[in-house]
């Protein structure tokens, strides 16, 4: 009797186990958010700069073009090389345009929090009505396509980039 107990005992705690190591591998766990396009980012920080008291030089541009012609031809979905080529890019600011670009990012950040949540037609986690990408389902005029976007505006920073030379 107490051999059996123990042995449906074992099967219990065996069937528990395989149950909760079955649960993790074929439950999705919850993705952590994405930071964003890596690109998109870096034209983000090039346009700032370009609008602030310490704007890209010559040389610099002549660094960075190659580069950025490089990231636009980069599939948006390898982030990986995205990041990679948009580090390589920061590198080559200068002490004093890194400090530009984070106060920039922090007033961007105090503004985007002071708004939050006020006005007519705001909704929390969406903003307000009618801007932003389409939702699910909804196409908007022909449709949004991350890589044509992305494709767009790094070829329009390259374009003024190379005016400049």
């Known amino acids: 009797m107490k051999s059996r107990t123990l042995i449906m005992a074992s099967v219990i705690v065996f069937l528990a186990v395989g149950g909760v190591l079955a649960y993790r591998q074929f439950v999705r766990q919850p993705v952590q958010a994405q930071r964003g396009d890596p690109a998109l980012a870096t034209v983000t920080a090039i346009r700032v700069l370009e609008r602030s008291e310490h704007p890209l030089t010559t040389e610099q541009v002549r660094t960075i073009l190659p580069m ?29 345009q890194h400090a530009e670009f984070e106060q920039a990012r922090e007033e961007a950040f105090e ?10 037609g705001t909704d929390r986690q969406r903003g307000p009505r009618g801007f932003g990408p ?9 449709g949004f396509n991350r890589a044509e976007f992305r494709e767009r505006i790094l070829s329009r920073l390259i374009q003024q980039l190379e005016s400049r030379l």
Not at 68 to 92: F, H, Y
Not at 111 to 120: I, L, W
Not at 134 to 142: S, V
């Open 111 to 120: 503004r985007r929090q002071s708004r939050e949540g006020r006005g007519p």
């Open 134 to 142: 389409p939702g699910r389902g909804q196409g908007g005029p022909g």
């Open 68 to 96: 950025m012609k490089v990231l636009r031809d980069t599939d948006p979905n390898d982030v990986e090389a995205s990041g990679a080529l948009a580090e390589q890019i920061r590198v080559v600011f200068t002490r004093e």
